[in-house]
Structure formats: structure tokens, C-alpha cells
């Protein structure tokens, strides 16, 4: 039988691992999401492939959001819906200062007064028949900043937005360092527990 310290362990352990391994999906916020390993940013009922480069520093690297330094970036769109191709979209860049970092929606986009004084970046409403939204923009300051997507409806004056805050230049703790980590010890512990059990069992026969 395990001894109470590492029933406490084994307990906790247990308790944290659901957080630790969904903490991936809290990467991607706001109107991006992760399905598998590819980012997707919802916009309304449509959907577009996000991907973000930093080729002078980070080459041909992909970020879902965060981007690891300040300077030239680039933002695709790849739309995944045909009807995207036949609609303007937009995208804006903000300076975030809701204070309220990755839980930022878009009522709080709606909230603020002079949404042009705290842009950075505004591409207007442009249609891309190739199915490819492309935008560059060379971050001057480090910082939080909010990303502004709309769409217009195919048939009707309806538009619709995503609405994702991310990082530029901010050091993120790599979060699945720690579901090695506890994944590593929930192992031991198990196989402890079993070792344990199997000891009892012999000098029980």
C-alpha cells in the first residue's frame, strides 16, 4: 500500500492532469481554435486555416498567435469555406487594453470608444478570390494586442467578426513542459502502486 504522502501525490496528480493536457486549447483564444495541429479562426459560420510567420527571425516557422519577437509578421488567411472567396473581409490590429488578455470579446472590442486611436494595423474590407488572405505588418513595441477579423454575408448586409488577443515579443512558459512532467510522475506512481500491490499479494501467499 502506498504511503499517505504519495496517496496525497498520486491524488493530486490525478487531479491536475485533466487541466494540464486541456491547457493546450487555451493556447489559441478568442476566435481561433486548435483542431489538431492547425490552427482555425471562426468567423461567424465560416472557418479559414490562421497562420502567422516571422521570416526574419523565425523562418518558415507557423505561430497559431503568440509571436516570439517584435518586427516584420505575417498573418495568412486560408479560407476553408468557397463563399469566403466572394465576400470582403478585414483584418485590424489593436493595442489591448481591456486588461483582460486572452478572455477579450468582442463586446469588449465593441466597448471602447476610439478603436482607430489604439490601431496599429487596418487592412479595409478587401475580396480575395484566390482564397488567401495575406496582411504584413512590422511590430515596432512589444506587447498584448488584439487581432480583428470581419466578414461580410454572401446575400445580405450581415457581417460577421472574430476577435483573438495574442503576444508579441513576450516570453510564454512552455505549459506542456508540465504534462511531461506530471504525465512522468502519475507513471512512477502507478507503477509504484503496482509494485506495491504485487509485494502484498506474494507475502500474502
Not at 502506498?2 to 493546450?24: A, D, E, V, Y
Request: aromatic content about 14%.
Amino acid at each position: 500500500m502506498l504511503s499517505r504522502p504519495l496517496q496525497n501525490c498520486f491524488l493530486t496528480t490525478w487531479r491536475l492532469l485533466p487541466f494540464i493536457f486541456l491547457s493546450g486549447a487555451a493556447f489559441a483564444s478568442g476566435g481561433v481554435i486548435l483542431k489538431g495541429d492547425v490552427c482555425i479562426i471562426e468567423v461567424g459560420f465560416y472557418e479559414a486555416r490562421f497562420t502567422a510567420y516571422q521570416p526574419q527571425t523565425s523562418g518558415n516557422e507557423e505561430f497559431c498567435e503568440d509571436l516570439p519577437d517584435t518586427g516584420e509578421s505575417i498573418f495568412v488567411l486560408d479560407y476553408l469555406h468557397a463563399s469566403m472567396r466572394e465576400v470582403p473581409v478585414s483584418f485590424r490590429i489593436i493595442r489591448d487594453t481591456t486588461g483582460l488578455g486572452r478572455f477579450v470579446q468582442h463586446d469588449d472590442i465593441l466597448a471602447i470608444e476610439d478603436i482607430d486611436a489604439l490601431t496599429v494595423f487596418y487592412q479595409p474590407p478587401v475580396i480575395e478570390p484566390g482564397a488567401s488572405f495575406r496582411i504584413e505588418h512590422v511590430f515596432a513595441e512589444k506587447g498584448e494586442y488584439v487581432g480583428i477579423v470581419t466578414a461580410g454575408h454572401p446575400t445580405n448586409d450581415t457581417l460577421y467578426s472574430a476577435v483573438f488577443p495574442f503576444t508579441v515579443g513576450a516570453f510564454k512558459f512552455p505549459y506542456w513542459t508540465l504534462a511531461i512532467v506530471f504525465g512522468a510522475i502519475f507513471i512512477v506512481l502507478i507503477r509504484q502502486a503496482f509494485v506495491a500491490k504485487s509485494g502484498k499479494r506474494a507475502q500474502e501467499t
